[in-house]
């Protein structure tokens, strides 16, 4: 039996393994995904050593907080990961170790299934780590000219200029100033108000006064509506999580690892219905 993983720092409450074997038992093909909870950047490296040792290993995804730290340890990287500079998806091929992103992708798709449009919107993005990089090049791909972005770190939201420098603008946002600017989207991109932290919220929606955001989207899926979509909710705005994402970036992830073709929209539906259930 094949094997592929999801490795992050911790993995509890992570549904990826209930998708990506429902989408391999789909399929008819003979593999489980796991997840492995990896401590520190040694146990990294350690289970990199095992993925190019194990001749059962097709692949595995990366998590927080190793999206950008895995790229160290590949042969190669898809266009997407050069600029991005973070991966989520790794194939096992020929002894190399291939870096893609699906994220991105999954991003853009739950975008799209709901009519979102970025196009000459103000967009403002919180976090500056994998899956902020992942979010703006998706935007990006969506027709956006230009992000604001807002981390705690400055110096890290400030960095992302030169990372999208050649195809779209960067506007780093002070952590204590971000509301002081008109946004007609917020996105979330930390793992602030995450399961089992769920009072959390990486935006207080009580304090912005410049006006009420057209849609507000949470990369967080559990819980299904934190704080920071509740409080956007009661302010007027439309919001959606992460799940859609994560759903459509693991169906990217099996087409690069097996070579699939689409699956039905009925059984991404069915999928989408029971990780509901789940969480």
């Not at 410049?210 to 439309?238: H, R």
Request: hydrophobic share 40%; aromatic share 12%.
């Amino acid at each position: 039996m094949k094997k592929l993983f999801l490795i992050g720092k911790s993995l509890k409450h992570s549904i990826s393994p209930f998708v990506h074997n429902k989408i391999l038992s789909e399929l008819g093909i003979d593999a489980v995904y796991s997840n492995v909870e990896l401590s520190d950047f040694v146990k990294l490296k350690e289970f990199v050593e095992m993925v190019r040792k194990d001749k059962d290993v097709i692949g595995f995804n990366i998590t927080i907080p190793y999206k950008e730290d895995i790229l160290e340890f590949c042969d190669e990287v898809s266009e997407d990961v050069r600029i991005i500079k973070a991966a989520n998806t790794v194939k096992k091929e020929e002894g190399k170790l291939l870096a893609y992103n699906t994220d991105w992708i999954g991003f853009k798709k739950s975008l799209e299934d709901i009519g979102v449009d970025v196009k000459d919107k103000k967009i403002l993005v919180l976090g500056s780590g994998g899956a902020a990089k992942a979010c703006i090049y998706g935007l990006y791909r969506m027709g956006a000219k230009e992000v604001f972005v807002a981390n705690r770190t400055y110096e890290k939201a400030e960095r992302l200029r030169e990372v999208f420098q050649d195809i779209l603008k960067i506007l780093p946002v002070e952590w204590l100033r971000r509301y002081e600017f008109k946004y007609d989207i917020i996105i979330n991109t930390t793992s602030v108000g995450m399961y089992p932290n769920i009072e959390s919220s990486p935006f207080d929606f009580e304090n912005y006064v410049a006006g009420i955001p057209v849609f507000v989207y949470d990369m967080i899926y559990n819980p299904p509506k934190t704080t920071f979509l509740e409080k956007a909710e009661k302010k007027g705005s439309k919001t959606e999580n992460g799940l859609k994402m994560l759903v459509y970036q693991a169906v990217e992830a099996e087409k690069i690892w097996f070579d699939i073709v689409n699956l039905s929209p009925s059984f991404l539906l069915e999928i989408l219905k029971e990780c509901e259930k789940k969480i």
